[in-house]
């Protein structure tokens, strides 16, 4: 039955997908293609998540959804969104450290930076600041398409001189109506006092939609949200990073401490103990200076699972198994295509990368990490002949425990004269255009994640309020649901606490007309004793 409900979900999606696209080309494109740029809408008519995009942050209602994208569209050609680069943006702005990308938060998603304190309010550069922030949103969507953001507003030693209504507006439409569902939530941290009334402004301009994501913070509670990892010093975090320009502060990724061999310690010693007694081996996989062209596929079952029956072999490997997903590239075909799974148990912490040559030439690649301590990659760089395979093991170290803000990235480059010299010297002077670049998020199972959110358990129990009226939502996939959920919820409480405004301003005339009654009474048996005094 739920696969049922499922697939009539997915129909629904899709029926609503294609309604927008057909009414976009009559309504929007009849009178002059001219008014976007044709990538725009080349990607409208191909790309289905751009369009569910859009329908997911308008409730499914295409009208809505449609007017979202003709305005967002208008902003792409206005700002050039397409072919902005970091050339086109001037190189002061980048030296400043304003605006950046850097670390995680709390669930895996990238941090945002505004450094409000450095913002100087200036008519003559508010475009290119504009465009600026442009350049970041668009190069994170094509590095990390579907991952959500956290934007920190860090207004420590900030004042009204940096305040720009302008420009914060812009930042807000950029989450509203560009870049739908990209938000994930706006930390805004040590707000001072005075600027109160400005963000009361600012809350109108989310709308109830993003109303719950905009989250106020201090210095003691902006650990709920952000580890300290990756929060300032100022901030009571321990990150030792500091800004800088040249090159770009947005890549985390490093080459793994492993890289091509093992470190030598007592728990890596016992498990090649118990790698030389199994079957297949590993070795042809690990080893450091030769990796076979198709090498036997890695087998996680350790022996003494073997002899065990079936079932609880299965249950014992659950999250082990090779990948189903594909990512088909220029050069590589990557499975998995998305994330790489670990957990906490001892079956549940090594995870496979299958590469696959599809060109006709050599290629070079290597995998990073942005956590180097935590994992091992082997081999982590070599070679692929023409049509051929490398199973490539990523496994946590030790007692390591994997995060949601861990991430992987996959380079690779054809070798047009193989063998003439070494990888490292190949990737020293290989130009940056000829890299095939792919990233991998880290999915961390089910047995080492917390206990589900009682917010989230709430907003299921209350789908079947009358208060939330689904008629016109399709149907659609149970998490799908639970957003639609919530965002219903959010804009029924505040209504409510309009309502609720209303009441109490009704209450203070009220009272203020009781206590004039009483004055009014005290003032008359005054004037009647007054009265009846004798002369």
Known sequence: MAELEQHQ????????????????????????????????VDRLQKDNSLV????????????????????????????????????????WMFETGAVYLHGYDKEGNKLFWFKVKLHVKD??????????????????VKKEPGMPLTVVFDMSDSGLSNIDM????????????????LLSKM??????????????????????????????????????????????????????????YPPLPDDDFQTPISDNGPIVSEDEIESKEGELESKDGLESSFNSTEVAVKPKKVNFIEDHLRTEDNDKAESR???????????????????????????????????????????????????????PEKYRVKPSSSTCEPGGSIDIVVSLHG??????????????????????????????????????????????????????SPLKDGAAETGSSKDINMAHVPKIAPHAQDDHLLMRLTASNSRLEQNVRTCLRVQKVLVGLVLSLVVLNLYCVHLLATWQQPS
């Open 9 to 40: 979900g997915e129909q629904g999606i899709e029926a609503k997908i294609e309604e927008t696209r057909e009414r976009f080309k009559n309504e929007f494109l009849q009178d002059s293609a001219d008014k976007y740029d044709q990538r725009d």
């Open 52 to 91: 569910e995009g859009y329908l997911t942050w308008r409730l499914y209602v295409v009208d809505d959804a449609l007017k979202m994208i003709d305005e967002s569209f208008h902003w792409r050609k206005e700002f050039c969104v397409n072919d902005l680069t970091e050339s086109s943006i001037p190189k």
């Open 123 to 140: 008519s003559k550069t508010i475009i290119d600041k504009k465009k600026y922030v442009a350049f970041w949103l668009e190069r994170y």
């Open 166 to 181: 302008d420009f914060v507006k812009y930042v807000v439409n950029c989450f509203k109506v560009y870049y739908p569902k």
């Open 187 to 244: 930390i805004i941290m040590d707000m001072p006092w005075i600027m109160n009334a400005a963000w009361k402004i600012v809350k109108t301009w989310l709308g109830p939609e993003a109303i719950s994501k905009l989250k106020f913070t201090s210095r003691s509670e902006i650990q709920s949200f952000i580890d300290a990892e990756y929060l300032p010093p100022h901030m009571g975090g321990t990150d030792p990073f500091k800004y800088s």
């Open 317 to 371: 490997t659950k999250g082990a198994r090779k990948p189903v997903t594909t990512f088909k590239g220029a050069l590589l075909d990557i499975s998995p295509a998305e994330e790489l799974s670990f957990g906490s148990g001892d079956t549940e912490k090594k995870s496979l990368v299958i590469l696959s040559n599809v060109t006709k030439n050599p290629l070079a690649f290597k995998v990073r990490t942005t956590a």
């Open 399 to 452: 007692a390591s425990q994997a995060s949601p803000q861990d991430r992987f990235l996959v380079m690779a480059a054809e070798m047009d004269n193989a063998g003439s010299q070494e990888l490292a010297q190949f990737w020293k002077e290989l130009p940056k255009a000829k890299i095939m670049e792919h990233r991998l998020r880290c999915h961390v199972l089910e047995s080492a994640k917390p206990a589900a």
